[in-house]
């Protein structure tokens, strides 16, 4: 892959391309923390020059101000992969999906996630897999789907990322879907606190599916964007994180 005047383009940002062509977004932290190298200057004077190659713009509202999207050079590239791209995000959702993908992202590179899609991929594909009943016809998708590598079988992984408490009706319906839906071998809900947690166990509770209780982990958001390999996953008997999960399935 090569820029308009034959100069190579380099790993790090054939790679940013990719992870905003999957989220739809990134913030200038996020570069920093995957994808940059050298010192902080060297960090900035590099997101510049993506900006200024027209790989990426900076997102058009003031609230995303330090976040960038795909340009027209970026949109040639990922033409050229055969990749696909979603939309750009709104700003309030900037936090909330980067969360998710910045996680999947660090597992990818860790091996413990063969592949992932998010919620924006989904639905920009159309995607009938994958697809939540969630009351009378209508449906949502999780906020991100990945497979598990483990030693001897990769199972399909929902996450969900709860940053605010919801009402006990929307998780009543969340967790009655799940209940339905057969394609996940566990579903993982990145939890803000202690009270979205317990809120979800009543839900799990009310709907009364045993068989919940072996396929949903609780990990808090904090440890999820520090490490989420070693994150404690509570709720699950197999393992206290992924990785130690991944070497029991």
Same mark, same amino acid.
């Given at each position: 892959?090569?820029?308009?005047h034959g100069r190579?383009?380099?790993?790090?940002?054939?790679?940013?391309?990719?992870?905003?062509a999957?989220?739809?977004v990134m913030?200038?932290?996020?570069w920093y923390?995957?994808?940059?190298?050298?010192s902080l200057?060297?960090?900035?004077?590099q997101?510049?020059?993506?900006?200024d190659?027209k790989?990426?713009?900076?997102?058009?509202?003031k609230?995303?101000?330090?976040?960038?999207?795909?340009?027209?050079?970026?949109i040639?590239?990922?033409?050229k992969m055969?990749?696909?791209?979603v939309?750009?995000?709104?700003?309030?959702?900037?936090?909330?999906?980067?969360?998710?993908g910045?996680?999947?992202?660090?597992l990818?590179?860790?091996?413990?996630?063969q592949?992932?899609?998010? @919620?924006?991929?989904?639905?920009?594909?159309? =995607?009938?897999?994958? $697809?939540?009943?969630?009351q009378?016809? +209508?449906? &949502?998708?999780?906020?991100?789907?990945?497979?598990?590598?483990?030693?001897l079988?990769a199972?399909?992984?929902a996450v969900?990322?709860?940053?605010?408490a919801?009402?006990?009706?929307?998780?009543n319906?969340?967790?009655r879907a799940?209940s339905e839906?057969y394609?996940?071998?566990?579903?993982?809900?990145?939890?803000?606190?202690?009270?979205i947690e317990?809120?979800?166990q009543r839900?799990?509770?009310y709907?009364?599916?045993?068989?919940?209780?072996?396929?949903?982990?609780?990990i808090s958001? @904090?440890?999820?964007?520090?490490?989420?390999? =070693?994150a404690?996953? $509570?709720?699950?008997?197999?393992?206290? +994180?992924? &990785?130690?999960?991944?070497?029991k399935?």
């Open positions: 892959m090569k820029y308009a190579k383009l380099s790993k790090n940002t054939i790679e940013a391309v990719r992870y905003v999957k989220v739809g913030s200038r932290e996020t923390e995957l994808f940059s190298h050298g200057r060297w960090r900035q004077m997101f510049q020059h993506l900006i190659r790989i990426f713009k900076p997102h058009t509202s609230y995303g101000h330090t976040a960038i999207v795909i340009d027209t050079f970026g040639e590239l990922i033409k055969k990749w696909q791209h939309h750009t995000i709104y700003p309030h959702f900037i936090e909330h999906d980067e969360t998710v910045a996680g999947l992202w660090k990818e590179k860790l091996g413990l996630c592949k992932w899609i998010t @919620e924006s991929e989904m639905k920009t594909q159309k =995607s009938a897999s994958f $697809r939540l009943d969630v009378a016809g +209508n449906f &949502k998708y999780p906020d991100a789907v990945f497979k598990l590598q483990g030693n079988s199972p399909i992984v969900e990322y709860e940053r605010t919801k009402t006990n009706w929307r998780y319906k969340a967790i799940y839906a394609d996940f071998g566990f579903i993982f809900f990145i939890v803000e606190n202690e009270v317990k809120a979800i839900a799990m509770k709907i009364g599916d045993g068989r919940l209780n072996s396929r949903i982990g609780f958001v @904090e440890n999820w964007k520090t490490n989420p390999a =070693s404690e996953v $509570r709720g699950l008997k197999l393992g206290q +994180n992924l &990785k130690e999960l991944t070497l399935i």
